[in-house]
């Protein structure tokens, strides 16, 4: 049995699909974990699913995490740090700065207060939706302060809660991370939702020409409104700040459109494809490799099982499949595999599945 | 046999990979290509492939297709449409409108042109990477106007031509297609580069943090500046008519943000990602339905063959994929499968999952 590294108890304020997949995470390697929610229901629910027990009035709690909605993260931690004088708490929202300050300003003892961020990817669901394994290989981020009494003992207790529920620990102060995941969350939040927001009146005929690239572009933009309210009011200097430089490149790109035949348009277009290009690079693939793989795209039949044949087969060839992207044609019956490989393995794989019957609708180096 | 509908000889003008590859498809089924290219090299290279044969004096082909950049599209057609005056001639320039009103400027003899636009995903390559299958289950747009001699006809032969490239023929006028591809292809690919661009200059520890929604978002903002710049070029009008809207979406969402407290801020923020929703459930998603799938998220060890065999797993217990996503975990040796399934199967295949030892991180209706 894997021994917690966490000491309990563990008392988690609110229930829903982070705070239910910690308490189920925690429990599974024997912790002792509270659980408790503005809604009855909610906790009831909760412990039916095994997240934990509910609270008692002599508990003990070594760790507070609070999982709440952005919009109520410092008054509930202010409450919970006042009820227990003992605990370090932590919490899981997206936003770290904000908090922060307004937990100072309501005069909480932010000396035993660390934030948290587990990029768990999603925010829908509740405690039904609730797994042990959500933050399995997720980035963790600790957001450090000044004003922690024991910054040492409080890191050790925030990634010792990390590492049992298989995350990984990163840390970043509260300013740093606000800024880090506005770039990388919070603005293409924005910018997804406002180019799939000029769909909305287009006519059927455009949408219908809709490909991939549109597909991926817009994927972000179903998210809930209640919730990026909240993340991006929380977060709204960082945000601005980055969505004023985007708006100073998008007013060069739309000065350049505007008189496409005056000198320097063709070269503000060229300039601003190449800096996405070199943007685009510094994201880190699979494993944190920049990625430099060949492509091949198969057609797949759209029966079941065709496409597990494919990826059998391609085991069977001995390649390891880097990555794999289906693309969906509209109208038709028929799906495409995207799949990426090591450049070396590329000749190889494209003659053994055109041995095996595949059709190869495009291979790139 | 399958008997080829085109009618040849079919003149293919430009041999890089669009070209070469409707002239491997035509060759398949018999029909007789004609290669040209500005490059002696480019033809013979297109020729050693199987794409065609070369050029002679005496050839009176019925159809010409030009496959050569954007910029280049209305002198050649031009010069076509005089050197085989019985010829039909189409392009597949991805923008129609332009290359029209630069044939009539140039006094051609537009009654014998029709447009063509095969939304066949990716413009790079060159005859090495040329396939016969490039084109099955793509659009294929053709873009009809008013001084087309005989209409019916001339569209047949283009619809002939597509069918027997395997892709689907769908009829636009020239000015709504440009509109349409504006919308969900050119407007996309700058709003994806600005947003990559905000990343050249980002701390390593921010980029480190990319989830799956920066890599979507992104992914496109890789194309390359030679093709974009020619083809924003063209169509500069409608893109550009976007963008304004665009910006102004993006002027409310920056000055709701400049000063997030004030009144009407939260509601134009919920408005702006509302937005975003409406717009984005009006994308076709597999076979040109909406989504309404359950999605389950299944760890996938990083090891060969564990997808293949979770794939063939899902097939056993009789449950249809509809459609599936990787995401890499930066840092991890793990990955995540996204499988969306019909609601109705996605109880049982969680079982089933489950009782295999897959572990689930995240199930949603």
Not at 93 to 121: F, I, N, Q, T, W
Not at 318 to 338: I, K, T
Not at 347 to 361: M, N, T
Request: charged share 25%.
């Amino acid at each position: 049995m894997i021994v917690a590294r966490t000491r309990g108890p563990v008392r988690i304020v609110g229930t829903g699909l982070l705070g239910a997949s910690i308490g189920l995470a925690l429990r599974a390697l024997g912790v002792d974990v509270i659980l408790a929610d503005v809604s009855p229901s909610a906790v009831r629910l909760a412990i039916d699913y095994g997240a934990g027990r509910a609270a008692a009035a002599d508990d003990r709690p070594k760790l507070i995490v609070v999982c709440v909605p952005p919009d109520l993260v410092a008054s509930i931690v202010a409450a919970e740090l006042s009820a227990y004088p003992d605990a370090l708490v932590t919490d899981v929202a997206s936003v770290k700065l904000g908090p922060l300050s307004e937990l100072r300003e309501l005069g909480a003892d932010v000396s035993r207060y660390v934030g948290s961020h587990p990029m768990a990817g999603r925010e829908r669901g509740g405690a039904v939706s609730a797994r042990a394994d959500l933050f399995v290989g997720r980035p963790w981020v600790i957001a450090n302060h000044d004003d922690i009494a024991d910054r040492r003992s409080a890191d050790s207790v925030i990634e010792a809660l990390a590492l049992d529920l298989g995350a990984v620990p990163v840390e970043l102060d509260a300013a740093e991370h606000d800024r880090s995941v506005a770039l990388v969350s919070h603005v293409p939040q924005v910018i997804s939702s406002l180019l799939a927001a000029r769909l909305s009146d287009a006519s059927t005929s455009a949408v219908e020409l809709a490909g991939q690239g549109l597909r991926d572009t817009t994927r972000i933009a179903s998210s809930e409104p209640e919730l990026w309210v909240q993340i991006l009011g929380a977060n709204a200097g960082p945000v601005v700040d980055i969505l004023h430089r985007y708006r100073d490149d998008l007013d060069r790109v739309i000065a350049a459109l505007d008189e496409p035949a005056a000198p320097g348009a063709r070269r503000a277009v060229a300039e601003t494809i190449a800096d996405g290009n070199a943007g685009a690079a510094r994201i880190p693939g699979k494993h944190g490799q920049a990625k430099h793989f060949a492509q091949l795209i198969i057609m797949v039949p759209d029966k079941p099982g065709e496409l597990a044949r494919l990826l059998t087969e391609i085991g069977d060839a001995g390649v390891n499949m880097e990555d794999l992207r289906l693309e969906h044609s509209p109208g038709a019956q028929v799906g495409f595999a995207e799949i990426s490989v090591i450049p070396e393995a590329e000749e190889r794989l494209l003659a053994e599945l055109q041995v095996r019957g595949w059709k190869i609708a495009g291979a790139f180096a």
